[in-house]
C-alpha cells in the first residue's frame, strides 16, 4: 500500500491489534525514568507552576508511547534541529480530522530527545468548555490559545507546538491531505517580540490515519466543537498506518513583533514554503518505507 492509494480498508477493530499494542507493554520504569529528566520545576506534590501534574503526564505518555511505537510506528527525522533546552516553537502542518499530529509529535519529543522535552501546544478553545477535556488538556501542559499564554510559556523557556493553520488544517478532505491551507500570521510576531527559533516540520500520514471524507459544521456546533469528521467507516477513530515527522533546520527572525503586515506575512510565507519542502521530503522517504517493509 503506498500513501496515494484510496481508502476502502474497515474501521481498525482494537481487538485485532497485536498484544504488544498495549499500553502495558510500555515500560512504566522507562516513562517514569524519561520523566525524572523532563526539566519542569515540579514541586513535592508533582506539579509545575503552571499546573503540569506529572502523575497525569505519566499516565498519558505511557498511551502515547504505545501508539507512537507499535500502533503507528512514528519514525522522526531531524531530532537534532530541536533546541535541547531553551525558549523554542515548533511550527507545522495538520491534517486528520483530530490533532494526532500533535499528539505524535509530544511524543516524539519525550521520547526521542536527550534530555526529554515537554512540547506544549496552543489548544483550541472549544476544548476549554468541555469539562474532562479542559482539566486533562491543562495537566498535560496543553493550555487554551491565549496570545499571552503562548508569550508567558516561551519566555520561561518552554517549547510551543504550533499549527498555523488551526482547526481549517485538521477539516482538509482526504485528497486535500498533503495541502497547506491559508497559515495565520500570529506565530511570527509572538517569535519576533520572544526572539524565539521557529522549527518547522512535516508531519505525515495524519490524512491516511483519519481519512476525513466530510465535515458536520452544524452538528460539530451543536457539540461545541468547529465539525464532526466524518470517515468512510462513520467514526473518526485512526488506522494503524506508518506515520513520521520531519523537523527541519531552525528558522530565527530579525525583528521585535512590531513590523507592518506585509513583512510579517513575508515571514509566514517562508516559514509555510519550509514546511511544504518538509512534506514533499517525508512523502517520498515514506514512499520508499511503504515499499520496503512488507
Known sequence: MTDEHPVTSPAPDPADRPAQAAVGDVSRNEIEARLDRLELPFNAYGVDPYGISRKHLGFALRALAAAYRHYFDVRAYGLEHIPARGRAMLVGNHSGGVALDAAMVIAACFLELE???????????????????STWT??????????????RLLLDERMLLVFPEGSRGTAKLYPDRWSLVAFGHGFVRLALKTRTPIVPFGFIGGGDAIPTVANLYRLGKLL??????????????????????????????????????AT?????????ARIA????QGRESRRHRLREEP
Do not use: N
Open 224 to 261: 461545541g466543537a468547529p465539525y464532526l469528521p466524518i470517515t468512510p467507516y462513520l467514526l473518526p477513530l485512526p488506522r494503524p498506518v506508518p506515520l513520521e515527522v520531519h523537523f527541519g533546520e531552525p528558522v530565527l527572525l530579525e525583528g521585535d513583533g512590531r513590523e507592518d503586515d
Open 264 to 272: 510579517v506575512a513575508a515571514h509566514v510565507a517562508t516559514v509555510k
Open 138 to 151: 491543562s495537566r498535560l501542559g496543553q493550555f487554551t490559545g491565549l496570545p499571552e499564554q503562548a508569550e
Open 277 to 280: 519542502a518538509l512534506v514533499e
Open 115 to 133: 534530555p526529554p522535552r515537554l512540547a506544549q501546544g496552543m489548544a483550541e478553545k472549544f476544548i476549554a468548555r468541555v469539562p474532562w477535556a
